[in-house]
């Protein structure tokens, strides 16, 4: 993985000069998220085209697209693009470029709505001013981020990868948005460990729910082994992010995964709960820590001074310390263990 995310990375090559280091992850994420879609895409455009040509209705064609693509391995695609448009075949009109991709990105079905997130237009006209959108554009279609080349725990290491070298060239803290992955199957294991002769049966359904999702590792690393414990289990996958750029990865990566894109919610966790009144059978967070809460310190009050059973009713920690805060949040969102034997359960 480490192979393929310095091939990715090494399109900054082409951005030194008219970009500084803190900018290259804006050009860099969309695109890499964009050819991922396409290459997901790529065995089903022909039934794609077929069925937005014969279906008006976005339900009607979310339907009758999942139905013609589902396999063994995937539960079938829930968006399309009504654009011919590849990133191959815009470049072979290259005094249009910048407009058919333009054109390409905005034919997506109106759950994939992520690219408005990336400010995706402004940052395709700014590469065309600057001369550079043909090389980005050529790099990143020849790197093959098909399903059977590059899987979904794989991808997600790479979204990860890719957001932490942003953030370390920003000299933005790198380290707050990248949970290693060794830790991530280790809070799994943890999470599950009581819950695994359960998680074997016959029409098990599980939620999985992460207030600080970031681009939805942990989801992935939870859903993929449960189902290494029961290729029969049904998932509903949940999460809050409240940074732009990861919450518009975890979110395309969720539609891939043929997930609800509804589960994945922007704003910030301690401000607003998007889940107000939903409870879920596993919670796994791996929240700042060694932050404060200065900045939202009124709204938590509110939220307190309410009373009651609200997330926060219990007491309040030290302004300084945001862990505890998402911490009773967590405690919060977790269901009580019922007849199937299923509890919520907490991670770091």
């Not at 997930?259 to 929240?287: A, I």
């Not at 900045?295 to 939220?303: G, I, T």
Request: charged residues 25%; contains cysteine.
């Amino acid at each position: 993985m480490s192979v393929l995310s310095s091939f990715v990375w090494s399109v900054a090559d082409t951005l030194r000069g008219p970009y500084s280091e803190a900018e290259y992850g804006r050009v860099i994420l969309p695109f890499t998220v964009l050819r991922r879609l396409e290459c997901v895409m790529s065995p089903h455009r022909v039934a794609m085209a077929e069925i937005v040509r014969r279906y008006r209705g976005e339900p009607q064609r979310r339907t009758h697209l999942k139905i013609a693509t589902r396999t063994e391995d995937s539960a079938g695609l829930s968006f399309w693009t009504t654009s011919d448009y590849t990133l191959e075949r815009a470049l072979q009109d290259p005094d249009n470029l910048a407009e058919n991709l333009i054109h390409y990105v905005g034919g997506f079905s109106a759950n994939l709505d992520v690219f408005r997130s990336f400010d995706f237009e402004n940052v395709i006209r700014t590469l065309d001013e600057r001369d550079r959108l043909a090389q980005v554009t050529r790099h990143f279609e020849g790197i093959d981020l098909s399903p059977d080349k590059v899987s979904n725990a794989d991808m997600g290491d790479l979204f990860e990868n890719l957001i932490y070298r942003f953030a370390e060239s920003a000299n933005d803290g790198a380290g707050q948005f990248y949970t290693p992955r060794d830790v991530v199957r280790l809070l799994v294991d943890l999470v599950y460990a009581e819950d695994t002769e359960a998680l074997r049966d016959r029409g098990t359904v599980r939620s999985i729910y992460d207030p600080t999702v970031g681009t939805g590792g942990m989801l992935t690393v939870a859903d993929e082994h449960l189902h290494g414990l029961n290729p029969d289990a049904s998932t509903a996958l949940y999460g809050q992010e409240i940074n732009a750029r990861t919450y518009a990865i975890c979110k395309a990566d969720l539609l891939i995964k043929g997930q609800d894109p509804s589960n994945v919610r922007q704003g910030d966790t301690l401000v607003v709960d998007r889940f107000e009144g939903r409870r879920f059978d596993y919670v796994l967070s791996n929240p700042p820590f060694g932050t404060d809460w200065k900045a939202v310190e009124s709204d938590v009050k509110k939220q307190h001074a309410r009373g009651g059973r609200g997330r926060f009713a219990p007491g309040l920690p030290a302004v300084g310390d945001a862990a505890m805060l998402f911490l009773l949040h967590v405690a919060s969102k977790m269901r009580d263990i019922d007849d199937s034997g299923a509890s919520g359960s907490g991670g770091r």
